[in-house]
């Protein structure tokens, strides 16, 4: 099946359109349709080939996962009218992107090894090898960019630049919490770690709410935990469940997202391999097995109409 690389939908009330580098996102006053494309993103860049039913795989993975959360705290979804595709309440979100981290990798790694002991002004133990979990996961936030990276930033500088008042900070940390916890658990049930993950967070008619994706394979990183402990002792690369493996093949092209660096050829093998780690990725974090949903963008289109109509 081909991928489906961008959507270009009109529909009744709709007040606006953003175009992300993976999500084409339809505006409506108290609602948006969050359409999940084949499109992938490294390195800030959008890569030039689609990976078909990537967007299934987010949108399904994101859409359980706020199901299994939703005691927690309230969510923005209202319904999944198709399997790339969810419909949900529109809200206004705060400037800040929650990660959270239960191993000392990937970024927090690099700052470790730099020398660096504290990260967004939270302490980080001495001795520590990569991927160890730390004592207790660590919050580490970021600001959440229009254009170009985020950049870390400590919970102080979040309350004393007025990003986040102090009491609804405090609320949206013991959210960030509680909703990893549940993560761990259900991974730990599919033989899996959770390692770190991002959370993002809205409010709407004065209510915090989780917004966006929810453990993701493009937003959180996974281990196997088989093994986990003696890969560690031994100072070996732990098995993980993430979009890395994309990053990696990239770096091994030669391209890490530099200035004037041209995207590797992603020829139709690459694609396939690609396709197929994601639907793997799929059915571990699931715990069940990927159905292709094989239908066309003009069947996407219907099946979202026929949401907003029964919404009205």
């Not at 606006?16 to 494309?37: E, S």
């Not at 020398?115 to 660590?138: A, D, S, T, Y």
């Not at 509680?178 to 209510?207: H, P, S």
């Amino acid at each position: 099946m081909a991928a489906i690389l961008k959507t270009d939908f009109s529909f009744p009330g709709q007040t606006g359109k953003f175009t992300g580098k993976v999500r084409d996102v339809y505006m409506f006053d108290d609602l948006i349709v969050m359409v999940a494309t084949d499109r992938i993103s490294a390195f800030d860049c959008v890569l030039p080939e689609g990976i078909p039913f990537k967007g299934q795989v987010l949108n399904q993975v994101a859409a359980s996962f706020l199901d299994a959360t939703s005691d927690i705290l309230p969510n923005w979804k209202i319904a999944t009218p198709d399997p790339s595709v969810t419909v949900g309440y529109r809200c206004e979100p705060y400037k800040v992107e929650m990660v959270i981290r239960g191993c000392l990798t990937g970024h927090a790694w690099r700052e470790y090894q730099s020398g660096k002991r504290e990260i967004c002004g939270v302490p980080m133990p001495e001795g520590m090898k990569e991927n160890e979990m730390f004592p207790e996961p660590i919050i580490t936030p970021t600001t959440k960019a229009d254009a170009g990276h985020d950049l870390d930033i400590s919970k102080e500088d979040i309350i004393a630049s007025g990003i986040v008042p102090a009491d609804e900070y405090e609320q949206i940390e013991a959210y960030t919490r509680a909703l990893f916890e549940r993560g761990r658990k259900i991974a730990a049930e599919r033989g899996l770690i959770l390692v770190d993950t991002k959370y993002e967070f809205g409010m709407r008619n004065g209510q915090i709410m989780l917004m966006d994706e929810v453990h993701t394979p493009d937003s959180s990183r996974y281990f196997y935990a088989e093994g986990y402990e003696d890969r560690l002792a031994r100072g070996e690369r732990q098995r993980q469940l993430s979009k890395e493996f994309v990053r990696e093949w990239l770096m091994s092209c030669g391209f890490n997202g530099g200035q004037g660096q041209k995207v590797p050829e992603m020829t139709p093998e690459i694609v396939s391999n690609i396709s197929a780690r994601y639907i793997e990725l799929y059915e571990h974090v699931m715990g069940e097995k990927f159905v292709k949903a094989e239908r066309s963008v003009e069947q996407m289109e219907a099946s979202i109409a026929a949401c907003l109509a029964s919404l009205k």
